[in-house]
C-alpha cells in the first residue's frame, strides 16, 4: 500500500484500521495468563505486551497492551482477534500480511508496528512450547 497522507499532512489509514484504533476489543491483562511475551521495537522505541490464556493446545483468550502507536494497537486488536479460538500451531502459522488485510492494508512505513504484535506473538508461543516441554520433562515417567 502506497503511503498517502491526508490534505493536513497526516498518515492515512483505512477506516478499518481507525475504528480498532479507537475501539479496540482486546485491550487489557488477563488474570493467571497461561504465557506473557513482551517485545520492543528499537527503530520506533515502543513497547508491545500480550497475554495468552491457553487451553488443551488451545487459545482461549487473548489480551494486549500497547505502548505503541495506533497502528500498532490496531495491528494487536487484529492479531487478538485472528488467533483467539485457534490452536497453538495454527496460530504459528499466522502471517504478517494477514494481519495488515483484516485492516484493508497498512502503509509500508507502517509495517513495523504490525511486526511489533506478531513478534510478540511469535515470542509468546515459543515461551508457551518451552513451558511444555520443560513440563513434560518434570513429569515423573512411568
Ligand atoms: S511507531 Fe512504534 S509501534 Fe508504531
Known amino acids: 500500500m502506497p503511503v498517502e497522507y491526508t490534505e493536513r499532512g497526516m498518515l492515512k489509514y483505512t477506516k478499518k484500521l481507525i475504528e480498532r484504533f479507537k475501539n479496540p476489543k482486546n485491550v487489557g491483562e488477563i488474570e493467571n495468563p497461561t504465557v506473557v511475551a513482551t517485545e520492543g521495537d528499537p527503530t520506533c522505541g515502543d513497547m508491545f505486551k500480550m497475554f495468552l490464556k491457553i487451553e488443551n493446545g488451545r487459545i482461549e483468550d487473548v489480551k494486549f497492551l500497547s505502548f505503541g502507536c495506533a497502528a500498532n494497537i490496531a495491528t494487536g486488536d487484529m492479531t487478538a482477534d485472528l488467533i483467539k479460538g485457534k490452536t ?7 502471517q504478517i500480511k494477514e494481519i495488515a488485510d483484516g485492516l484493508g492494508g ?3 512505513i507502517k509495517m ?9 506473538l511469535k515470542k509468546a508461543l515459543t515461551k508457551y512450547k518451552q513451558k511444555q516441554a520443560g513440563g513434560a520433562q518434570a513429569r515423573p515417567k512411568g
Not at 88 to 94: C, P, S
Not at 112 to 120: D, E, G, K, M, N
Open 112 to 120: 513495523h508496528c504490525a511486526t511489533l504484535a506478531y513478534r510478540t
Open 106 to 108: 497498512l502503509p509500508a
Open 88 to 94: 497453538v500451531e495454527e496460530a504459528g502459522k499466522l
